[in-house]
């Protein structure tokens, strides 16, 4: 990558308000640059990769208090804020209160930001800009009004957060609570959008950088139409399937929208291509740097070489001119990210806690990640662990690496999404791009098949247990191949990984079996490795689904209810889940209470069928 010099730069350090690998991938960049980098954590993150990866650490109460993370700013002699993605990234209080204080952030100002950082400003301006807009409603609207399907969504954030679909007047007013709480509870603002919803569509984003001296360019394109829920999975650059016309369309309308509102620094311009009509709609603008932003540094060279973005960004903070124009810029091969989650997406994709035991990641493509063997995963931030990007002269190549990346992909302790993203890379569907946004929303994507793991893990439980020498050593003798992986000892569990690609991590001790297989983690109980697993509580039973935090609870005991009725909430990293009797019965327990820590598992309700009195 090219590295950016910073030739009398207005500072000479950079804090990141931000956690986990983005704020590993901003020191990353700003050390190549010479400059001094400050980490900000909370007490929970004491011990956490970022901090250690920076020069200077400061402790703050929380990343979303504004005046803590300027006076660590100012305490630490920082004379700018990158403010990563996520958090204070797209909020103009930040912005101003940075600005304020007589430092740089690096995006755009606090002014640009209030007008593009939001869906609904930004959306009046693309309409004064002749951009075409997704057909929208107020929420003065009546619910029988509406043209259904349609998309309640926060007009302040993105990631998905504040987004309900919703497909008849029935359910118009339990979404819009809904959307708004979350909105609230996610970006402070609980303003809302209705829009219509485009059954089958791609979301098409494109890369601008702008500078101080009239300079806007765009980075070409990238395709992030592999979501669920509005949440994205996989993201690729550039756009497998649009037409010449199509591109052309989105790179000129973004480089006008930012050129229009004064645009600085990094920024994402978001379109919605209607698979029906053919036509593309201006969704917004994210005014940061992507999560997805490794695979237009992958794809797309400047001067031929491949940018770094973050090494831009601190430049056009620091007052350069961007130094190359349009014409520079070319498309030279393909890349895909896949994002990796603490979630159990084959079981209702419900967020994982706990230690990280051992922790592999593939050597043979970029992982911007800030996980490590030994760290604790909490519910307390956003899932998302790290990224696996594989890139190639074209997209086949870029998708096999991919899947030879995940395959190589091993975290032992808690569950993720790592084989649900193998499955997804290694798919028909998306090895020939015929996905769309709802596509995820629309097809159940099959569990690997968990046979083979089965037998992996009852080859290592006898493994374990071989003789120590003779003709039955356990030495891994295997004929006319290298040696198996052997284990050694059971007083402490022991991790092994095998010369092959497709021999899985795998970690022994007396209970139990836990193995990775194409990035699936498997956890046999023993003596059995081949039993089903663990026993299933009564059906009466609700267990919490995830640890996390109980926002609501609903019943008391001795209530009746009746089958399907709201018992509680449960949260855990934005995510609301909510508990239903599985039948019509009278609460004999209540496990919580409203603000309660809960574990995975724990007992929450317990519904006993009948005219059953409770024992108070």
């Not at 039955?472 to 569990?493: I, K, N, S, W």
Request: hydrophobic residues 45%; proline residues 5%.
């Amino acid at each position: 990558m090219s590295v950016v010099e910073l030739l009398e730069a207005p500072f000479d350090t950079v804090l990141v308000a931000n956690r986990g690998e983005i704020a590993v991938r901003v020191f990353r960049s700003a050390r190549a640059l010479g400059l001094r980098t400050v980490a900000v954590h909370t007490d929970l993150d004491a011990g956490a990769p970022h901090v250690r990866a920076a020069d200077v650490a400061v402790r703050v109460e929380s990343y979303l208090d504004i005046d803590e993370v300027v006076a660590a700013a100012l305490s630490s002699g920082a004379g700018a804020i990158h403010p990563g993605y996520g958090f204070l990234s797209e909020r103009s209080a930040f912005a101003r209160a940075v600005e304020q204080a007589g430092l740089k952030l690096v995006g755009p100002s606090a002014d640009v930001m209030d007008r593009m950082g939001r869906k609904d400003a930004a959306r009046e301006i693309a309409v004064a800009a002749g951009v075409p807009v997704v057909p929208s409603y107020t929420l003065q609207t009546p619910p029988a009004d509406l043209s259904y399907p349609v998309l309640v969504k926060a007009a302040a954030g993105g990631g998905g957060k504040g987004m309900r679909v919703v497909r008849e007047a029935a359910e118009y007013a339990a979404a819009v609570e809904a959307a708004g709480r979350e909105a609230a509870h996610s970006f402070g603002d609980d303003t809302l959008l209705i829009e219509k919803y485009v059954e089958s569509g791609r979301h098409i984003e494109v890369q601008v950088l702008a500078d101080a001296h009239g300079n806007v360019v765009h980075l070409f394109e990238r395709d992030c139409s592999t979501q669920r829920r509005h949440q994205k999975v996989l993201e690729e650059a550039p756009a497998p399937t649009i037409t010449a016309t199509v591109r052309a369309t989105v790179t000129s309308a973004a480089v006008a929208l930012a050129a229009q509102v004064g645009y600085q620094n990094a920024g994402t311009v978001e379109f919605l291509l209607d698979n029906a009509s053919g036509e593309v709609y201006f969704l917004e603008m994210n005014t940061r740097l992507q999560v997805e932003h490794p695979v237009t540094e992958l794809a797309v060279a400047v001067n031929g070489e491949h940018p770094d973005l973050v090494a831009l960004q601190l430049s056009v903070a620091a007052g350069q001119p961007l130094g190359f124009t349009q014409a520079d810029v070319t498309l030279v091969g393909c890349a895909i990210e896949a994002r990796v989650y603490a979630e159990d997406s084959f079981g209702g994709f419900l967020p994982q806690a706990g230690t990280a035991t051992q922790v592999h990641w593939p050597a043979q493509v970029r992982v911007d990640h800030a996980l490590h063997s030994g760290q604790v995963v909490s519910t307390a931030y956003d899932p998302m662990l790290g990224k696996v990007v594989a890139s190639g002269p074209d997209r086949e190549a870029a998708r096999r690496a991919l899947v030879a990346a995940l395959d190589d992909t091993a975290i032992l302790g808690l569950t993720t999404n790592a084989g649900f993203l193998r499955v997804l890379a290694a798919s028909d569907e998306f090895r020939d791009a015929t996905i769309d946004t709802a596509w995820l929303d629309r097809v159940e994507i099959p569990a690997p098949d968990p046979a083979p793991a089965r037998t992996l893990a009852g080859w290592a439980w006898l493994r374990a247990r071989s003789s120590g020498g003779g003709a039955f050593a356990g030495d891994g003798f295997r004929l006319g191949q290298t040696p198996a992986p052997v284990v050694v000892t059971l007083d402490e569990p022991v991790v092994l990984a095998g010369p092959e690609p497709e021999t899985p991590y795998v970690r022994v001790s007396r209970r139990s079996v836990e193995l990775v297989h194409q990035g699936q983690r498997y956890v046999f109980d023993q003596p059995d490795p081949f039993a089903a697993g663990g026993s299933a509580a009564g059906d009466g039973s609700l267990l919490a689904p995830m640890p996390g935090t109980v926002l609501a609870v609903d019943v008391a005991v001795g209530d009746r209810v009746t089958e399907g009725q709201r018992l509680g909430v449960v949260e855990a990293m934005k995510m609301e889940l909510a508990l239903k009797a599985p039948y019509e019965g009278t609460v004999t327990r209540v496990g919580a209470a409203v603000g309660d820590q809960v574990q995975l598992k724990q007992l929450l309700f317990l519904i006993e069928q009948g005219e059953a009195v409770a024992d108070a």
